[in-house]
C-alpha cells in the first residue's frame, strides 16, 4: 500500500479535538467577563462557530483575521477557522491601523473577527479602509459587524466528517520585516501540531495544570493552550497583564504556570504586594520573546524559586532553545545569560557566511531544521528562498556554543530589536521619522535596558531649517506603527556616522550607546 497519508503526523486540529475530548467533563477555560466551559462546551462552542462561517460563504483556503483580546471565544474562533481548513491570521492587538490594513490586503482576507467593547473603534477604521467584500463578524453586539456568539449559540454544531490535512496552510501570521511592510509566515497544520508535540515532550509541565495567559494568546502565550488541555488543564485568560490581576488569580486559583516576557517578569517582582503574596502553587513560568537581564534573572530565581524556565524562539519557528529549570544555576552566573540548548525535535548548527559549521566557541547564524519550521513567507518567494537557504531556517542571530553545549546569543544579523517582548525592526521605525519634514536622516538601534530588555533609540540628523519634536516624533511612530515600535528615547545630532561605502555605520553607532561590549 502506498499512500503518502500514512505517513503524515497529526495534524494541529487533530490535537485540538484529541485534548478537548480527552476531559470532557472538566473544567478547560475561563476568561475575565466570567464566561467559562468544559471541554466539551467547548468543542461544540468551536463547531457552531464553524458552521457560522461555513454557512456564510467561506470555503476551504479563504483567509480569516481576527482582532480580539484574550477571551473564550477568540479561541474558539480560531480553532473553528482551522476545523474549517481556512487561513487564520491574528492582528497583533499593539498594531496601527496602517499594518493592519496592509494585512488584510496581502493576506487576502475575506472575514475578519473583532473583538469589542475592545477594539469597536479600530474595526470600524478597519472596515471602512478595507475592501467592500470583507465581511466583518464581532465577539459582542456591535453596529460594525455581525454578533458572531450571539449566531454561534442558534447554529448545529455540526461535526465535520472532512478536517483539514496535514500540509494545508493553518496560519499566516505576519511579522515585521526590512522591507519596511510586515511579512506573512506559513505555517501549516502540521508544523503548528509540531510546535505543540516539541511543548509537550520538552517543556516542565506541572502535574495538574492550571495556566495563566495574560499576554496576547494570538500570539507566542497561545500555543501553551493545546498542550495544556492535552494534558487535562485548566487555561485562565486575563484581557490584559495586571501584576495585581495575576497575584489573585495565582492566590485565588492557586495558578501554577504563567508565560510572561522579562518585562512583565520585573514589574510583578516590582510590585509591592509580590514579596508579601502567597506564591507558593506556582511551578513554571515561562519566559520568553526577548532577551532577560542575567542580574533580574537571578533575582526572579531568588524570589520565586527554581520554576524559571526559557523559550528562544521566533514567529517562523517557536522552538530555537529552551533553558530547562534545572539548568538555571546560581553558582553558575554566566550560565543566566545563556538561552539554552535545543529541545527534542529541532537540530540547529551555527553556520558561517559559507554555510560551513563553525568551531566551538567560535561566532555563528543560528540555523536549525525541524518539523516545526514554516514553510515559507506568503508571496515572498526571494525572501522564503533566502531565509530557507539550504534547508535550514536561517534566524539571522548570531550566537556561540560553550563547552557545556549551552549556547550565547550575541547580535541579530539583522539589526532587529526585541523591546518588551516585541519584535521591532530598525528600517521600518527609520522610514517613519524620515517622511517628517524636520528630519533629515534617522538611524534605530536598540540599546540595553534593565525595563524592557531593549529599548528602542532613535538618533536624528534635524533637517536645515526645520524643527523636528521629541514628542512630536515618538507620536508620529505610535500612530503609524503602533506603541511598541516607538522610541524610547530620541537624540539629535549633526552626522550618523558612515561606513567607507557611505552607510550608516550601525556599529560604530551602538558603541557609543554600549560602549566596548
Same mark, same amino acid.
Given at each position: 500500500?502506498?499512500?503518502?497519508?500514512?505517513?503524515?503526523? &497529526?495534524?494541529?486540529?487533530?490535537? %485540538?479535538?484529541?485534548?478537548?475530548?480527552?476531559?470532557?467533563?472538566?473544567?478547560?477555560?475561563?476568561?475575565?467577563?466570567?464566561?467559562?466551559?468544559?471541554?466539551?462546551?467547548? =468543542?461544540?462552542?468551536?463547531?457552531?462557530i464553524a458552521r457560522v462561517l461555513r454557512d456564510a460563504?467561506?470555503?476551504?483556503?479563504?483567509?480569516?483575521?481576527?482582532?480580539? !483580546?484574550?477571551?473564550?471565544?477568540?479561541?474558539?474562533?480560531?480553532?473553528?477557522?482551522?476545523?474549517?481548513?481556512?487561513?487564520?491570521? @491574528?492582528?497583533?492587538?499593539?498594531?496601527?491601523?496602517?499594518?493592519?490594513?496592509? %494585512?488584510?490586503?496581502?493576506?487576502?482576507?475575506?472575514?475578519?473577527?473583532?473583538?469589542?467593547?475592545?477594539?469597536?473603534?479600530?474595526? !470600524?477604521?478597519?472596515?471602512?479602509?478595507?475592501? /467592500? #467584500?470583507?465581511?466583518?463578524?464581532?465577539?459582542? +453586539?456591535?453596529?460594525?459587524?455581525?454578533?458572531?456568539?450571539?449566531?454561534?449559540?442558534?447554529?448545529?454544531?455540526?461535526?465535520?466528517?472532512?478536517?483539514?490535512?496535514?500540509?494545508?496552510?493553518?496560519?499566516?501570521?505576519?511579522?515585521?520585516?526590512?522591507?519596511?511592510? @510586515?511579512?506573512?509566515?506559513?505555517?501549516?497544520?502540521?508544523?503548528?501540531? !509540531?510546535?505543540?508535540?516539541?511543548?509537550?515532550?520538552?517543556?516542565?509541565?506541572?502535574?495538574?495544570?492550571?495556566?495563566?495567559?495574560? &499576554?496576547?494568546?494570538?500570539?507566542?502565550?497561545?500555543?501553551?493552550?493545546? @498542550?495544556?488541555?492535552?494534558?487535562?488543564?485548566?487555561?485562565?485568560?486575563?484581557?490584559?497583564?495586571?501584576?495585581?490581576?495575576?497575584?489573585?488569580?495565582?492566590?485565588?486559583?492557586?495558578?501554577?504556570?504563567?508565560?510572561?516576557? @522579562?518585562?512583565?517578569?520585573?514589574?510583578?517582582?516590582?510590585?509591592?504586594?509580590?514579596?508579601?503574596?502567597?506564591? #507558593? &502553587?506556582? =511551578? #513554571?513560568?515561562?519566559?520568553?520573546?526577548?532577551?532577560? &537581564?542575567?542580574?533580574?534573572?537571578?533575582?526572579?530565581?531568588?524570589?520565586? $524559586?527554581?520554576?524559571?524556565?526559557?523559550?528562544? $524562539?521566533?514567529?517562523?519557528?517557536?522552538?530555537?532553545?529552551?533553558?530547562?529549570?534545572?539548568?538555571?544555576?546560581?553558582?553558575?552566573?554566566?550560565?543566566?545569560?545563556?538561552?539554552?540548548?535545543?529541545?527534542?525535535?529541532?537540530?540547529?548548527?551555527?553556520? /558561517?557566511?559559507?554555510?560551513? =559549521?563553525?568551531?566551538?566557541?567560535?561566532? $555563528?547564524?543560528?540555523?536549525?531544521?525541524?518539523?516545526?519550521?514554516?514553510?515559507?513567507?506568503?508571496?515572498?518567494?526571494?525572501?522564503?528562498?533566502?531565509?530557507?537557504?539550504?534547508?535550514?531556517?536561517?534566524?539571522?542571530?548570531?550566537?556561540?556554543?560553550?563547552?557545556?553545549?549551552?549556547?550565547?546569543?550575541?547580535?541579530?544579523?539583522?539589526?532587529?530589536?526585541?523591546?518588551?517582548?516585541?519584535?521591532?525592526?530598525?528600517?521600518?521605525?527609520?522610514?517613519?521619522?524620515?517622511?517628517?519634514?524636520?528630519?533629515?536622516?534617522?538611524?534605530?538601534?536598540?540599546? +540595553?535596558? =534593565?525595563?524592557?530588555?531593549?529599548?528602542?533609540?532613535?538618533?536624528?540628523?534635524?533637517?536645515? $531649517?526645520? !524643527?523636528?519634536?521629541?514628542?512630536?516624533?515618538?507620536?508620529?511612530?505610535?500612530?503609524?506603527?503602533?506603541?511598541?515600535?516607538?522610541?524610547?528615547?530620541v537624540d539629535f545630532v549633526d552626522a550618523l556616522p558612515?561606513?567607507?561605502?557611505?552607510?550608516?555605520?550601525?556599529?560604530?553607532?551602538?558603541?557609543?550607546?554600549?560602549?566596548?561590549?
Open positions: 500500500m502506498n499512500d503518502a497519508s500514512l505517513y503524515q503526523g &497529526s495534524t494541529y486540529f487533530d490535537l %485540538i479535538l484529541q485534548g478537548l475530548r480527552r476531559w470532557p467533563e472538566r473544567e478547560a477555560i475561563v476568561d475575565a467577563t466570567g464566561l467559562g466551559f468544559t471541554y466539551a462546551q467547548l =468543542e461544540q462552542r468551536i463547531w457552531q460563504g467561506l470555503k476551504p483556503g479563504d483567509g480569516v483575521a481576527q482582532l480580539a !483580546a484574550n477571551r473564550v471565544d477568540t479561541f474558539a474562533t480560531m480553532a473553528a477557522v482551522l476545523g474549517n481548513g481556512m487561513r487564520y491570521t @491574528p492582528l497583533h492587538p499593539m498594531g496601527s491601523l496602517e499594518d493592519q490594513l496592509f %494585512i488584510l490586503e496581502d493576506a487576502e482576507i475575506s472575514a475578519l473577527v473583532v473583538d469589542v467593547p475592545y477594539f469597536a473603534e479600530r474595526g !470600524a477604521e478597519l472596515k471602512a479602509g478595507a475592501a /467592500d #467584500s470583507l465581511q466583518v463578524y464581532t465577539l459582542g +453586539p456591535s453596529e460594525i459587524g455581525s454578533d458572531l456568539p450571539a449566531l454561534a449559540e442558534q447554529a448545529d454544531p455540526e461535526v465535520l466528517a472532512h478536517l483539514p490535512g496535514y500540509d494545508d496552510i493553518a496560519w499566516v501570521t505576519y511579522t515585521g520585516g526590512t522591507t519596511g511592510k @510586515p511579512k506573512g509566515v506559513i505555517m501549516t497544520q502540521g508544523s503548528m501540531a !509540531a510546535k505543540s508535540l516539541i511543548s509537550m515532550a520538552e517543556w516542565q509541565w506541572p502535574k495538574e495544570i492550571r495556566y495563566l495567559a495574560s &499576554s496576547p494568546i494570538s500570539h507566542a502565550a497561545g500555543f501553551l493552550l493545546i @498542550p495544556t488541555f492535552l494534558n487535562g488543564g485548566k487555561v485562565y485568560l486575563t484581557a490584559g497583564f495586571d501584576p495585581d490581576q495575576v497575584l489573585d488569580l495565582v492566590e485565588k486559583e492557586r495558578v501554577n504556570t504563567l508565560f510572561l516576557v @522579562p518585562t512583565m517578569i520585573y514589574v510583578l517582582m516590582d510590585h509591592p504586594r509580590t514579596r508579601e503574596a502567597d506564591l #507558593s &502553587s506556582i =511551578e #513554571s513560568i515561562i519566559y520568553a520573546s526577548a532577551p532577560m &537581564s542575567p542580574t533580574r534573572l537571578k533575582e526572579a530565581l531568588e524570589l520565586f $524559586g527554581p520554576v524559571m524556565m526559557q523559550c528562544y $524562539g521566533q514567529t517562523e519557528c517557536i522552538h530555537l532553545t529552551m533553558m530547562r529549570k534545572e539548568e538555571h544555576r546560581l553558582d553558575k552566573p554566566e550560565r543566566l545569560a545563556s538561552c539554552g540548548k535545543p529541545p527534542a525535535g529541532v537540530h540547529m548548527a551555527l553556520l /558561517d557566511e559559507e554555510g560551513s =559549521e563553525v568551531t566551538l566557541g567560535e561566532i $555563528g547564524e543560528v540555523c536549525i531544521r525541524s518539523q516545526a519550521v514554516m514553510r515559507g513567507y506568503w508571496k515572498r518567494p526571494e525572501q522564503t528562498q533566502e531565509t530557507l537557504a539550504g534547508g535550514w531556517l536561517h534566524t539571522g542571530d548570531l550566537a556561540y556554543q560553550d563547552e557545556e553545549g549551552f549556547y550565547f546569543l550575541v547580535d541579530r544579523a539583522k539589526d532587529m530589536i526585541i523591546s518588551g517582548g516585541f519584535n521591532v525592526y530598525p528600517k521600518e521605525v527609520e522610514d517613519v521619522l524620515t517622511a517628517h519634514p524636520g528630519v533629515a536622516n534617522a538611524a534605530v538601534i536598540g540599546v +540595553p535596558d =534593565e525595563k524592557w530588555g531593549e529599548k528602542v533609540v532613535a538618533v536624528v540628523v534635524p533637517r536645515a $531649517g526645520e !524643527a523636528a519634536d521629541q514628542d512630536e516624533l515618538v507620536q508620529l511612530v505610535k500612530n503609524r506603527k503602533g506603541a511598541m515600535q516607538a522610541p524610547k528615547q558612515q561606513t567607507a561605502l557611505g552607510k550608516t555605520d550601525k556599529k560604530a553607532l551602538r558603541k557609543q550607546y554600549w560602549g566596548d561590549s
